[in-house]
């Protein structure tokens, strides 16, 4: 087995293959967020809470929320399905009209995928579909339809107050260096099937209900796993208890998305004594193609940062989490939000890479179709980042823009730099310093406004969520300072 609890051929096996239950497209799907985007305890809420936020668009409201997450309407609890994704079209991929689940669908019973000639009779006889080569499969703007949202700004009669890019993963990539590169979304979140030294492993799509052959059908390369591994373990986890049937797939799934985690970041730190000062230079950069953390605005990664004396005692602690899944001290120092910190003196800064709306007055709202913007956001640019690059026609050009960052000369492309000033008085030490980056999909503060009394999907949600909280490790560094 390796890393992802997937058998891989030992090198002397060079002809061997993974069971198709281990890496079959369907088994790893089973447990992803995306087949469960219809179920998602947290979206059925925040649906609920939008409708009833803006009763007069509530027409807008499903139909928006509905196309991405509930895309099969005679599946819609399956999520995003198979025939979703790969009976999508290539006609406007790429262009704004596609974005927000603008996808269009083939209605021919033509299913796409990567590779040439398809053997089509299997599929053709037993489920009615045909399979054709189609590489826009493979094209990131198949991803950028659901992963780029873009809401009107509503005010509460449901009259129209402009737009904003809530979610800009796609548009984030596009001004990245991943496609100069010719890494897609799907290099990331679709990884194909390799072995042990990294060559790909062939395998057979195509097989019987019953497990068999097809005679003219042979093993092929690359093999795509379908864990669409993002960020969510918080989700994975209560999809867990609501489905216990289904708890090996979740735990494979949360297993791949914590893996994803600890890839998406890089940490470096250095610290030294000087006169009763601790001063450590701290540096997170962004191993990913978008913006970290990306998409939806409840999501937060932060600094812990803690430094004990020669006893153990703790001299400072910055960013450490209550039982209720918020950061101690949070918004403390500078108001309801946490501002953005290049200099860290004392335990109540803490460094958070977020992004927080605001509404059209300037006020800071979680309400999506209240969002005209956002009052803060320092999320970590991918390497790259241009924002000279142009975004598709009928986008705003100017809305992925940082917000709050611009005083620090150290939020760079693919990076940030923050320097703790700790003062440890007159022990010389050693002192041991320990730095974590966390991180949360849903933080506490997103919960504002959801009511147990209103409706029944918020009083799941809200049930679940005390259990959930815990963040992610992404990444930790320990250091002895002394002088």
């Not at 999909?441 to 147990?452: D, N, V």
Request: proline share 8%.
């Amino acid at each position: 087995m390796n890393g992802a609890g997937l058998w891989t051929p030992p090198p002397t096996r060079p002809e061997a293959r993974p069971p198709e239950s281990m890496v079959g497209p369907v088994a790893l799907w089973r447990g992803s967020v995306m087949a469960h985007s219809g179920r998602d305890p947290y979206w059925k809420a925040k649906l609920r809470f939008e409708l009833a936020e803006t009763p007069a668009a509530a027409d807008l409201v499903n139909s928006a929320c509905r196309r991405c997450h509930m895309p099969a309407p005679s599946t819609a609890e399956e999520g995003v399905t198979c025939t979703v994704c790969h009976q999508m079209m290539p006609d406007n991929l790429g262009t704004r009209d596609s974005f927000t689940g603008g996808f269009k669908l083939n209605e021919e019973r033509t299913i796409y995928g990567p590779h040439a000639d398809p053997f089509a009779m299997p599929m053709a006889n037993f489920s009615g579909y045909t399979p054709t080569q189609g590489r826009h499969i493979l094209d990131s703007a198949i991803c950028g339809t659901c992963h780029t949202v873009i809401t009107p700004t509503l005010a509460a009669d449901g009259s129209a107050a402009g737009e904003f890019i809530e979610q800009g993963t796609y548009l984030e990539w596009l001004r990245s260096s991943y496609p100069a590169e010719g890494k897609t979304c799907q290099s990331c979140h679709m990884e194909v099937l390799k072995d042990d030294q990294g060559d790909l492993v062939a395998q057979y799509i195509a097989h019987s209900p019953s497990g068999g052959r097809f005679g003219p059908t042979r093993p092929r390369a690359p093999f795509g796993l379908h864990f669409f591994q993002g960020a969510n373990v918080q989700i994975l986890g209560m999809l867990q208890e609501l489905f216990p049937e289904e708890t090996d797939e979740l735990e494979l799934a949360a297993q791949r998305t914590r893996e994803s985690l600890e890839s998406a970041v890089a940490l470096e730190a250095e610290a030294k004594l000087s006169g009763g000062t601790l001063r450590a230079d701290i540096s997170v950069m962004n191993r990913t193609g978008h913006k970290l953390p990306t998409a939806y605005p409840s999501r937060r990664m932060w600094l812990r940062v803690v430094v004990r004396d020669r006893d153990g005692g703790v001299v400072f602690e910055s960013g450490a989490v209550d039982s209720n899944g918020e950061i101690r001290g949070v918004g403390e120092s500078g108001g309801a939000i946490e501002p953005h910190h290049r200099l860290i003196t004392r335990p109540d800064q803490i460094a958070i890479y977020e992004g927080e709306m605001r509404d059209p007055q300037g006020g800071h709202t979680v309400t999506l179709l209240r969002g005209a913007g956002f009052v803060k956001d320092n999320r970590i640019l991918p390497a790259g980042y241009d924002a000279r690059r142009p975004l598709p026609q009928g986008v705003d050009q100017q809305g992925l823009a940082p917000v709050g960052v611009e005083a620090d000369s150290d939020f760079l492309p693919g990076s940030d730099g923050i320097r703790y000033e700790i003062a440890t008085g007159a022990a010389p030490g050693p002192y041991r310093m320990s730095v974590e980056v966390l991180y949360q999909s849903i933080k506490p503060s997103h919960l504002a406004g959801m009511s147990s009394s209103r409706s029944v999907e918020e009083a799941e949600f809200l049930n679940l969520y005390p259990r959930h909280t815990a963040p992610a490790l992404m990444s930790r560094r320990e250091m002895v300072v002394t002088q």
